[in-house]
């Protein structure tokens, strides 16, 4: 497996003493082009991190938000096949930024392992989140993307004790995301006091940066959770901001990328506040 740029992104991070913003959209949500253009303009924004999600019916992981989606994806014609495309399509047009695939195994078994693995590193992807894969499950995953050299990033949760952690690092590379509350996605918020013990336990299990996600919704609640952790992953607040601007016939692109500026200001400047 490669993780370089991952491994420089976080290198970057940790260089500059804060943590990083990880944005996260569904392919197809709410067209194609407007992923596209959404993409390229994160990166401008401030984003370190893309995860880029890949339409699936059934996303049990998820709350309403991220389900509605997925819907929207699919009804624009976004299948695994052209999520990839996409991800083809903005490595074209940046050499650098980390892109990360985000789903569930369906898709990824239908068109095989081995070929899904080949594809995704053909167009530029770096790693892959696959929700629900346990790692027990995962050999035949795992021996296909590291072929390919992509790496396979694993959600740690608050349930997830020493022992569990140690299982979870087995395979895992890039990063961890850390799953903040319990639930699905857009739900509860997280509590910086709760996930900072948390990130220090994953962390010195795996090894590896830490990203915390599945909680953060506003700049401020971004900016308490950028003081403890390598990284902050937003998703449902920026999809919620897609929908409204689709519902009150506003531009998707503009309203997201406000947002994402916000987002992305409160986590660089996080740590700084607590030195003056």
Known sequence: MTTA????????LKAEGRAGFV???????????????????????????????FPFSDPMAEGPT????????????????????????FRAGNADTPLILMGYLNPVEQMGYRAFAEAADAAGVDGVIIVDCPPEESADLVEAL??????????????????????????TSGFVYYVSVAGVTGVKEAVAGDVAPAVALVRNATGLPVAVGFGVKTPERAAEIARVADAVVVGSALVDRIEAAVTENRDPVADVLSL?????????????????
Not at 34 to 53: C, Q
Not at 260 to 276: F, G, I, N, Q, W
């Open 146 to 171: 590291d072929a390919a050299r992509l790496s396979l990033i694993r959600l740690a949760t608050p349930t997830s004790d020493d022992e569990r952690l140690k299982v979870i690092a087995r395979g």
């Open 5 to 12: 740029r991952i491994d420089a992104r976080f290198a970057v």
């Open 260 to 276: 994402a500026r916000d987002l992305s200001h409160a986590v660089r400047s996080a740590r700084a506040a607590e030195t003056v």
């Open 66 to 89: 991220i389900q509605r989606a997925a819907l929207r994806g699919l009804k624009s014609g976004l299948t695994l096949k052209g999520t990839l495309e996409l991800a083809r399509r």
């Open 23 to 53: 944005a996260y959209v569904m392919a197809g949500d709410p067209s194609p082009e407007a992923t596209l253009d959404i993409l390229s303009g994160l990166v401008e924004a401030g984003a370190d991190v893309l995860e880029l999600g």
